[in-house]
């Protein structure tokens, strides 16, 4: 008897131990936090897969009763009532983000190579002036880029509304920056001493950066890829400013479209909201170590 | 002696075309990118500048280059403009909205930043799976999560947030909570805050996991509570990093437009800079009113940094 209250006194001693209220309070932190970040999410994701009627109802329905394709069916099957056709807007997402983010690296890694390896006048003054691009609003460049390149496409002959081209020349623009930082402050890392060897033994500069210093490279270029793709993929204004055809519209602007349509469907604008979020989340969790580490150390504008 | 000094120079020579075949194949590689970020970025900034002191709309838009001189009429405009100037307690205007917007949203993504850094310090299990998602909100599209918001706020009985303060008697009739004047400016800060507190947890927390551990444990031995750690080691070492961040997502605050556009529209007392200068140029299509807005918001950037270099900068140096 008296052994048994003994066992139990340790027992509840050890969960008092346990749950101190240091423990507690984090617990109960971390809880909210977690609370506060996933619902959103949970929620976009839910009501992506309800029915008109569930949305309409007279209280939020927070679990689906089943998964409706209603929302799904409107985006993308051409007998739905309003069909949306936002496989078209999906292609021109990627089609806009992909070539971005594939020259922004190609770019990036010629120019920060020269401004990290090679001397030259006037390399301190271009870093500072690519970075100067930090403290420009977008909103204040786009006034003088509309009527430029509206100028320059009158007397070349080109369009400049609704030109995938030019809205990726704009994203290039923004992002280059950005990415020759992050680049230069990673071929810093890199050992001279490891290319000084490959040029002495006989290797010409630009062979030294294709064989050595750019498999070196790859996980910066992968996280400047991703990082250019992600603000490509995610951007607003831009395109809501120089995309005026539904057609050519990409997915956020669309987006927009749908959510401002005079019979509000949440169901759908949800559906869009979770096919957009979902590859960027994907890759973001794939190549999560790579990414933070570049996060902290380039401090992507956003 | 003759022909050493033939070498030499010959040496000297070699190395000189080297120096200057390097510094060519450098400009060659860098060129695209200069090219793109001048033409598309620099030269603009100048011509906006060029823009705001002249008559621009959608009649002369083709030809830019011969509008009407207008001299300081854009930013008299501008600085006359209700929507600009602060009028009362009720309609503070977009100068000073915008400086109480980007201020405290800073502050609350510092405060909130730092309080998941501590919670994501300690050794847990699945650590690197909360840092994973702790970081869902700053790499989402703003469009979706803007909406999503939007929707949560729905001013029907069926939004969410109507629901659940109905449900706890804390409301008795819905609300439209974005379109409340007083109220919106909080819940985009709120937003703002929610959104981007990942980007100063992830800073602090690369700057929480150098701190020395010897510094707290000669605390602990000289008696020191967890407070007092945190009060005389955490929150020194990690001044600088604070600073950093305070001043960048200022800086981006400050010029943030998509945000409080698909938010509120930049209506009921959330109007700032960016969308105002937004409406201006596409709203009435007066490009030169909208480029001096721009203008007057980067002029107000470049001195507050001139200001805070001066000070700021000077006293931490110290």
Request: aromatic content about 14%.
């Amino acid at each position: 008897m008296a052994e048994r209250t003994l066992v139990k006194r340790s027992f509840l001693d050890q969960l008092a131990l346990h749950l101190s209220w240091n423990r507690l309070l984090f617990a109960l932190g971390f809880f909210i936090f977690i609370a506060m970040i996933l619902f959103p999410f949970y929620w976009m994701v839910s009501s992506s897969f309800k029915s008109g009627a569930e949305i309409a109802g007279r209280a939020p329905v927070y679990f689906p009763s089943s998964l409706q394709l209603d929302a799904y069916r409107e985006l993308f099957d051409p007998a739905s009532p309003h069909f949306q056709n936002f496989s078209k807007n999906i292609l021109n997402s990627i089609l806009i983000s992909v070539p971005t983010a594939l020259l922004a690296v190609i770019l990036s890694t010629m120019g920060s190579y020269a401004i990290a390896r090679l001397t030259f006048k006037g390399r301190g003054f271009m870093l500072n002036s690519i970075l100067i691009v930090y403290l420009f609003p977008g909103i204040l460049l786009i006034i003088p880029l509309f009527a430029l390149l509206s100028q320059l496409g009158n007397s070349l002959g080109f369009q400049v509304q609704d030109n995938l081209n030019v809205l990726m020349l704009t994203y290039l623009a923004q992002t280059l920056p950005v990415a020759l930082y992050m680049l230069t402050n990673y071929f810093h890392t890199i050992p001279v001493e490891i290319e000084e060897a490959a040029l002495i033994d006989g290797c010409s500069r630009l062979q030294v950066i294709w064989r050595v210093t750019l498999p070196l490279a790859i996980p910066a270029l992968v996280t400047v890829g991703i990082y250019t793709f992600m603000i490509a993929w995610n951007e607003f204004l831009y395109a809501f400013v120089f995309l005026n055809d539904r057609s050519m519209f990409t997915m956020p602007i669309k987006l927009n479209t749908i959510f401002n349509d005079p019979s509000p469907r949440p169901n759908v604008v949800m559906a869009a909201s979770t096919i957009m979020t979902l590859p960027v989340i994907v890759l973001f969790l794939a190549f999560e170590r790579f990414l933070t580490q570049g996060l902290t150390a380039g401090g992507v504008k956003g | 002696m003759a022909t050493s000094s033939t070498s030499r120079r010959k040496l000297l020579n070699f190395k000189h075309s080297l120096a200057a075949s390097e510094a060519r194949l450098a400009w060659w590689l860098i060129l695209p990118t200069v090219l793109i970020v001048f033409g598309l970025v620099l030269f603009p900034a100048f011509f906006s500048i060029w823009i705001s002191f002249h008559d621009v709309g959608l009649k002369n838009l083709n030809d830019v280059f011969h509008a009407p001189w207008v001299g300081l009429d854009n930013y008299r405009l501008v600085f006359n403009d209700f929507a600009f100037k602060f009028e009362s307690l009720q309609n503070w205007g977009a100068a000073v909205t915008t400086v109480v917007y980007s201020v405290l949203s800073t502050i609350f993504v510092l405060l909130i930043g730092l309080l998941a850094a501590l919670l994501l310090n300690r050794k847990f299990i699945g650590r690197g799976i909360a840092r994973g998602i702790f970081l869902f909100p700053y790499i989402a599209p703003v469009v979706s999560v803007a909406f999503v918001w939007r929707w949560l706020l729905d001013p029907r009985p069926s939004g969410v947030l109507n629901h659940i303060l109905i449900s706890l008697g804390l409301l008795e009739n819905a609300r439209a909570f974005l379109a409340t004047r007083g109220l919106a400016i909080w819940l985009v800060i709120l937003f703002q805050a929610w959104r981007y507190f990942p980007f100063a947890m992830l800073m602090l927390l690369a700057r929480l996991q150098a701190i020395d551990e010897a510094l707290y444990e000669a605390a602990s031995v000289d008696g020191a509570s967890i407070w007092q750690k945190f009060l005389f080691i955490t929150l020194p070492e990690l001044r600088y990093v604070m600073g950093a961040i305070f001043l960048l997502r200022l800086l981006w605050t400050f010029n943030k437009f998509d945000d409080i556009w698909l938010l509120t529209g930049g209506g009921y007392g959330t109007n700032v800079l960016p969308v105002l200068t937004f409406q201006f140029s596409f709203g009435s299509f007066d490009f030169g009113k909208g480029s001096a807005t721009a203008m007057i918001q980067l002029v107000a950037l470049i001195l507050f940094l001139a200001i805070y270099a001066s000070t700021v900068m000077r006293q931490s140096g110290e």
